[in-house]
Structures are given as C-alpha cells and as structure tokens.
C-alpha cells in the first residue's frame, strides 16, 4: 500500500521540525548507502531516518557530520529487525534477508565507529586527520585535505 503524497507529507513535516535539515541527510545517507549498502532500498533508509526523528528528543541539527554519524547509528539499530512504513500501516518493510541484514549491520557499525573518530580528530584540531577518516567512510569520492 504505497502513497507517495503522504509519505512526502510525512517527509516534509520531519524536515520542517528539524529545521530543514531532514532532507540534507536523507541524501547524504542515500548517496552513501549507494556504494555501502547496495541491496537496501532508499526508501527502507529514508523511512528509519524518518521515524529517528519522530522523537522531539531526538531533534536534527545543522551540524551534518554529527547527524551523519547518528543516522548511522539509528540505522544499524533498525536494519536487523522489522521496519514500518511511514504510514505505519504495513508493519515490515524490511524485505532484507536475515544474512544481509547481518551484513549491513557489521558496515553500519564500522561506518559509525569510523565517522566517530572523524568527529573526535575534528573536535581535536586534526582536520588532516579527520578528513584521512572521513575518506574511510566515504571513499575516494571524498576530497582529500589540502590544509
């Protein structure tokens, strides 16, 4: 059961709750599960973000590193278990099998623990560092520091 004007509704009041900054990390994490998790449906990790921010604890900020980073984490706690729609009417989503499911979690948790030492080497000063992390995660797509 798909309707796609009210998932973009749904879409569209989680960015603007957040201050426009939903739809910015819905891109990047597509962009980068592209390459990282190529069997997992855009819409399957636009949706978990989605429902990340449901909670008005859990508020997306400007700051697209950090927020890349718990995108990440809110994903790889989801990914193994079953995924709602955003409607909330089907109950799973998540067509994944168990062995994928599996697999993409080990690449979700890699892909945090290394996007947490960029932020740490950032917040250090290291931003040769940071960036040299950063390349880990996102590959060879991402420009090198020429600080």
């Known amino acids: 059961m798909t309707d796609p004007i009210r998932d973009r509704d749904k879409v569209a009041a989680c960015n603007k709750a957040n201050d426009g900054n939903v739809l910015e990390l819905i891109r990047l994490i597509k962009k980068w599960g592209q390459t990282h998790l190529r069997n997992v449906p855009s819409y399957l ?6 429902h990340s921010c ?6 997306i900020g400007e700051n697209i590193s950090q927020e890349f980073e718990r995108a990440l984490m809110s994903i790889s706690s989801a990914i193994r ?9 089907q109950r799973d989503i998540n067509t994944l099998p168990l062995s994928l499911r599996n697999n993409y979690w080990s690449i979700l948790n890699g892909a945090r623990e290394l996007s ?13 560092l940071a960036f040299q992390r950063w390349q880990y995660v996102f590959g060879k797509e991402f420009p090198k520091y020429d600080g």
């Open 116 to 128: 947490a030492k960029a932020l740490e080497a950032e917040k250090n000063g290291d931003i040769s």
């Open 45 to 50: 990790l636009e949706t978990i973000i989605v």
């Open 81 to 89: 278990g079953p995924i709602s729609d955003l409607k909330r009417i």
């Open 54 to 59: 449901e909670d008005p604890e859990s508020k």
